[in-house]
């Protein structure tokens, strides 16, 4: 369970929050995790990397695609891998499970930052290193990233165990906590009165009057056999605190027993506005109040009255600080978890609301007038907690015993218009994305009915730098990644015997294939192509013979270390790299088909040909010309690595394994190789790439010599012998490439 969320604003952003029974929590958002090429997360500021090991962490579940998720202890979410190319499914133009939920890896959560398992973890919106927290008993801490402690810094002494009313403040289990957005050292925290700090609570200062109803038969013990006063059950309490972003003083508050209040001048005066909402429920606990982005006097509140057993769902909205309301929940459906629970608006996009109920999540693009669900990837559960992340445009929500959840780039949300879904094709203009290892773009758009389409990323000189194929669309929002890179290379593919290991399409993980890898210890393929330099480039998307484009732009990271020269210097020798691997490859896998007809051939021949009928001298001349194309296929792979043996060590790399492993140190990372995308090229390398070239350029003759001289003598050989000529697929070039 995770009380509530929070996110900062570096890029990429953090995460915090509060765990039930573990405490409380930051990460950083899977825009930037722990994989096989990316980049080692980053902590905040001057903070170092968290020590792995240190301290026990949240079970963490991993799938591709829409959505990510940290947490729960949920072995079903962990079940399956969901690589769809498909975005989230939609019916009547909203997104809907449709089987394409995924999740994200939060691999770094660093524990410790003081507060406990309730109440609220907020980042200090000026500087990350500071983090504040609050607590049950009437806890609050600063954690200072920079010196690793936090320090109580309380309003007043302890209320755990105390009955509320033998109490001087009654704070809740959660008590709410805020900071002011015109001045980051200015903290709200609430008992049934509201605390005001500005020195960073060394002292605070009460500037509220007890803000609840102030029913004395509601501020009384547990009850129950034993006692339990931990602040769960603590009735007339503020609930929650919200100082509004676009006036300065404007803080509202609400209460766990239906009260409203606000104030324009910093606590001086207080109006309560309970009275002016139609349809308040008696009792009812104001679980979220979501200042207007847009209008001063705006304000939405999430009512929640399931405690007595009301369960319809209550969200209100003013535009007059309070004087007259209206109810915006009217078509969330009724049921037993339909209560609400938090509500937020995009702080960009007047008019786009999110709501989280007891079991559902949902989106109304016209300001409460109409709610649609949107349950791509999340579980029923309650969704205690919303967050809209401006700078990324991602949705953060917390839930009741599933963790963390993120929909990744709301944009196609706040672009979406009804006349969209009359449209054939809609292809929403892209969010600007940071060049980071982990990163990534999403492509969104609206199809009125299924068909396939193609997508292709351009350069600036309308150069295809990455293909990503034709796959079908389906009726409703369509969703593409593109992880900012070129196209990979193409690979090795091994179709004849190992050399040392004529069993090896017998072992279990070559079985059922015609083909293999080249596979060392020690480094990886050469599975992504080079990432882009910052700049910007052209979404082309095409379907029923139209084409549509839009552009898309890539960030330079804040904390990128190059300059734009040395990331230039990279990608260029990063491409030629990627070249390099893939005309050696298309060499190798021609031989391999070559020699493998070779090897048909020869069993043919032995088969059809024994006793007085054997032809010696044509066998001879079929392993002649197989030794000649080994001779040409050794220069550019070693006879050992045609074993695909991971840990066979007695001969040096031939070219294309040196090739793969200066592309993983220049390049992304392999395996053990560090990798250097954020850098320019070493010196070393270039030298390497240079000589690598070299060798590439010999065997590429020896090879066109082969196919232009050496097979053709050979196949005319044949000529009468009953034999099919081996064929090359089709006329070599200078590249090597088919």
């Known amino acids: 369970q995770m009380y509530h969320v929070a996110t900062d604003n570096q890029i990429p952003y953090w995460i915090y929050t509060n765990m039930q029974d573990d405490g409380t929590l930051?990460?950083?958002?899977?825009?930037?995790?722990?994989?096989?090429?990316?980049?080692?997360?980053?902590?905040?500021?001057?903070?170092?990397?968290?020590?792995?090991?240190?301290?026990?962490?949240?079970?963490?579940?991993?799938?591709?695609?829409?959505?990510?998720?940290?947490?729960?202890?949920?072995?079903?979410?962990?079940?399956?891998?969901?690589?769809?190319?498909?975005?989230?499914?939609?019916?009547?133009?909203?997104?809907?499970?449709?089987?394409?939920?995924?999740?994200?890896?939060?691999?770094?959560?660093?524990?410790?930052?003081?507060?406990?398992?309730?109440?609220?973890?907020?980042?200090?919106?000026?500087?990350?290193?500071?983090?504040?927290?609050?607590?049950?008993?009437?806890?609050?801490?600063?954690?200072?990233?920079?010196?690793?402690?936090?320090?109580?810094?309380?309003?007043?002494?302890?209320?755990?165990?105390?009955?509320?009313?033998?109490?001087?403040?009654?704070?809740?289990?959660?008590?709410?906590?805020?900071?002011?957005?015109?001045?980051h050292n200015t903290v709200y925290y609430g008992c049934q009165v509201i605390f005001k700090t500005s020195d960073a609570g060394t002292s605070w200062k009460v500037i509220s009057p007890d803000l609840s109803t102030q029913d004395p038969s509601r501020i009384v013990s547990s009850g129950g056999i034993v006692g339990d006063n931990l602040g769960q059950f603590y009735g007339e309490v503020v609930f929650a605190i919200a100082p509004s972003s676009l006036q300065k003083g404007l803080l509202w508050a609400g209460t766990n027993d239906g009260k409203v209040w606000y104030t324009r001048d910093g606590g001086g005066h207080w109006n309560d506005v309970t009275k002016n909402i139609p349809g308040m429920p008696a009792w009812g606990t104001v679980s979220k109040i979501e200042p207007s982005h847009f209008e001063p006097g705006g304000a939405y509140i999430a009512v929640d009255v399931h405690l007595m057993d009301n369960r319809d769902p209550y969200i209100f909205k003013t535009t007059d600080f309070g004087k007259t309301w209206r109810r915006i929940s009217g078509n969330l459906p009724s049921g037993t978890l339909a209560y609400v629970k938090s509500v937020a608006e995009d702080p960009t996009h007047q008019g786009l609301l999110f709501a989280g109920t007891g079991n559902d999540f949902y989106y109304s693009l016209d300001d409460g007038g109409k709610w649609e669900k949107l349950d791509t990837g999340l579980p029923h559960a309650p969704v205690t907690w919303i967050e809209v992340q401006k700078n990324f445009r991602d949705v953060v929500v917390s839930t009741y015993g599933r963790g963390i959840y993120i929909l990744d780039d709301i944009t196609p949300l706040e672009q979406m218009t009804n006349e969209s879904a009359d449209a054939e094709l809609v292809l929403y203009k892209p969010r600007p994305t940071y060049r980071m290892a982990s990163g990534h773009a999403y492509i969104n758009f609206h199809l009125k009915s299924a068909e396939p389409v193609e997508v292709a990323i351009l350069d600036k000189n309308g150069k295809v730098i990455r293909d990503l194929k034709k796959s079908p669309g389906h009726a409703g929002l369509n969703r593409r990644t593109w992880d900012l890179r070129y196209d990979r290379p193409e690979l090795v593919k091994l179709r004849t015997n190992a050399p040392d290991n004529p069993f090896i399409w017998e072992e279990p993980r070559f079985r059922n294939t015609d083909s293999r890898p080249i596979t060392h210890w020690g480094i990886g393929p050469a599975e992504v192509g080079p990432m882009v330099v910052p700049g910007k480039y052209v979404l082309r998307l095409k379907a029923s013979g139209k084409t549509y484009t839009e552009p898309i732009e890539v960030l330079r990271a804040p904390k990128t270390a190059a300059t734009d020269d040395e990331l230039d210097a990279s990608l260029k020798l990063q491409l030629r790299i990627r070249d390099d691997i893939t005309a050696s490859a298309r060499m190798v896998n021609r031989l391999e088909w070559m020699r493998k007809q070779m090897s048909d051939m020869e069993k043919m021949v032995r088969a059809e040909n024994t006793g007085p009928d054997a032809k010696p001298d044509l066998l001879r001349s079929i392993h002649d010309m197989d030794l000649r194309m080994q001779s040409v296929e050794y220069k550019l792979i070693s006879k050992v690595e045609a074993n695909s043996d991971d840990k066979y060590y007695v001969e040096p790399y031939k070219i294309y394994l040196n090739l793969i492993w200066l592309n993983g140190e220049v390049g992304p990372g392999a395996g053990d190789v560090a990798g250097g995308t954020n850098y320019g090229p070493t010196d070393t390398s270039v030298q390497i790439l240079d000589m690598l070239e070299k060798e590439l350029s010999a065997a590429r003759a020896d090879y066109t010599a082969l196919l232009e001289k050496d097979l053709p003598a050979f196949n005319r050989a044949l000529a009468g012998s009953g034999v099919m000529p081996v064929s090359a697929g089709v006329a070599a070039n200078k590249t090597g490439a088919p």
């Open 26 to 183: 930051r990460a950083p958002s899977p825009e930037r995790g722990r994989g096989p090429y990316e980049d080692a997360p980053e902590e905040p500021a001057a903070q170092p990397p968290v020590t792995e090991g240190a301290q026990p962490r949240p079970n963490i579940s991993k799938r591709q695609s829409d959505t990510k998720t940290a947490s729960s202890n949920s072995p079903e979410q962990a079940s399956a891998e969901a690589p769809s190319q498909s975005g989230p499914e939609p019916r009547d133009r909203r997104p809907s499970a449709g089987g394409q939920g995924g999740y994200g890896v939060f691999d770094n959560w660093e524990h410790g930052l003081g507060g406990c398992e309730s109440g609220f973890t907020l980042p200090d919106p000026t500087d990350t290193n500071i983090v504040w927290a609050s607590c049950y008993g009437n806890e609050v801490t600063r954690y200072d990233a920079r010196t690793k402690e936090a320090r109580s810094v309380s309003p007043w002494m302890h209320t755990l165990d105390s009955p509320p009313n033998e109490t001087k403040y009654r704070c809740h289990w959660t008590p709410p906590l805020a900071i002011d957005p015109f001045d």
